[in-house]
């Protein structure tokens, strides 16, 4: 029987040494870091879901490419090695591809990266996915299996039957600390830093009766499941929210999911949010200095989104604010009011990251055309690494100000005042406090 392994790159990653350094000293930091690790590649995962039964396979996550990972995976003489990573851990994936092929297995590349650079990951593998993987999955193995692999296979970007596999949640186990699911591919808006609303296909909306039945599967594993939904924006448009709330709330299952702000003026919404086991929602309110092209609607005034996020934590689901810092008009001053502003607002959690301009989107495609991309490799693609040259600071001086800003908004004292605001948004909440804690 044929085999496949799975073998996606995650984690975390930091470029900068300095503040790798102070990452491992701030507890806020350390937090999100684990919680990024924890979660499952369910690309990957829901490629298992599609093989044809006289198939094999087995799942390896792995943060980076060493000689346990090579002889693990080798040691199960695959027909074919599916690899997946993300721009910040590609170069690693690479490496890790190229020792497989010099051993025999052939090896296929997919993901966003791969769909942005096709002919750069061409040569590290047999065969490069561009697009969604599960529109041209089947043939790859069938090509695999007749020696005929070609090099690049490109998936339609319209619906098919396949468009929603049950992933193979069994290969997680019961164990881990967190599964991931998907409602919906893509977002309606196109902000021009997103490197995923448009990448692999349009805005799709998954089934109910899909979601329904992926949850179960969740289910028969864990009972009380934490999930993460893989989605840009879960109840944008005019989707039927209280039809999803109903699946999730069914479940039993708690979750986080990414949204924007405007859910918070929606009191219909805001009804059924909390009792469905929504624990957090991680919110886009990007830069306070530059307004992204393609934002549509979800541009607003800072005191009506804080509004928003105010009446979404009233609800009894926290709020992790999340900031792009580095955007054009930044300065030195506009980076310590955004931290003075985050230390004093009313926030369950944050996250703070640098403007990167990854493959595929409209702000790499600004900055290239204005000669303003710094000559650093993909492993610099972290979000918390500078990669493009600021318009009003040098790039040591935005590097020094991230720096302080990480270590402001991560340290203990930050840390500890927006754990207290969880706590007291999640006692609001009947849904969570029977678990006396939420994610």
Request: hydrophobic share 45%; aromatic share 6%; charged share 25%.
């Amino acid at each position: 029987m044929p085999h496949v392994a799975l073998v996606p790159f995650a984690g975390l990653r930091v470029a900068d040494p300095e503040l790798l350094a102070l990452g491992l000293t701030l507890p806020g930091l350390e937090d999100r870091a684990s919680a990024l690790a924890e979660l499952p590649a369910l690309g990957l995962v829901t490629l298992a879901g599609m093989l044809p039964a006289h198939w094999t396979c087995s799942y390896h996550p792995v943060s980076e490419a060493g000689d346990a990972i090579l002889d693990e995976v080798l040691s199960e003489r695959p027909a074919l090695v599916a690899v997946s990573a993300l721009t910040a851990s590609i170069d690693d994936a690479y490496r890790f591809s190229d020792r497989v092929r010099r051993a025999g297995p052939r090896v296929v590349i997919g993901g966003l990266h791969a769909t942005a650079c096709a002919d750069e990951a061409q040569a590290h593998c047999d065969a490069v996915v561009v697009g969604q993987g599960e529109a041209v999955w089947r043939q790859i193995l069938a090509d695999c299996e007749a020696g005929v692999l070609d090099r690049c296979y490109t998936a339609a970007r319209g619906r098919s039957e396949l468009d929603w596999p049950l992933p193979r949640f069994d290969l997680l186990g019961s164990h881990v600390p967190r599964y991931t699911l998907q409602t919906q591919r893509g977002c309606p808006l196109a902000c021009d830093f997103c490197g995923a609303s448009r990448l692999l296909g349009s805005y799709r909306e998954k089934p109910l009766s899909a979601i329904r039945q992926e949850l179960e599967a969740i289910c028969r594993l864990n009972p009380r499941p934490l999930i993460e939904l893989a989605d840009d924006n879960t109840f944008v448009e005019r989707r039927d929210a209280d039809a999803l709330c109903e699946a999730l709330a069914a479940s039993g299952a708690r979750y986080f999911t990414e949204s924007d702000w405007r859910i918070g003026e929606r009191s219909d919404l805001l009804d059924r949010l909390g009792a469905s086991g929504c624990a957090q929602v991680l919110v886009g309110i990007e830069s306070l200095v530059f307004r992204y092209p393609g934002m549509g609607a979800k541009q607003a005034e800072l005191n009506r989104i804080i509004d928003a996020v105010e009446a979404i934590q009233e609800a009894g689901v926290a709020v992790n604010g999340c900031f792009i810092v580095g955007a054009d008009g930044e300065t030195r001053a506009s980076i310590d009011r955004l931290v003075e502003f985050i230390l004093e607002s009313p926030l369950a959690d944050v996250q703070l990251t640098l403007q990167t301009p990854f493959p595929g989107t409209g702000l790499r495609r600004r900055l290239q055309r204005q000669g303003r991309l710094l000559e650093r490799g993909w492993s610099h693609y972290t979000l918390l690494d500078v990669t493009c040259q600021p318009d009003l600071l040098s790039v040591e001086q935005l590097e020094q100000a991230f720096r302080e800003a990480i270590a402001a908004v991560y340290s203990a004292p930050a840390a500890g005042r927006r754990k207290a605001i969880r706590r007291q948004v999640w006692q609001r909440n009947a849904r969570l406090r029977p678990h006396g804690a939420a994610p």
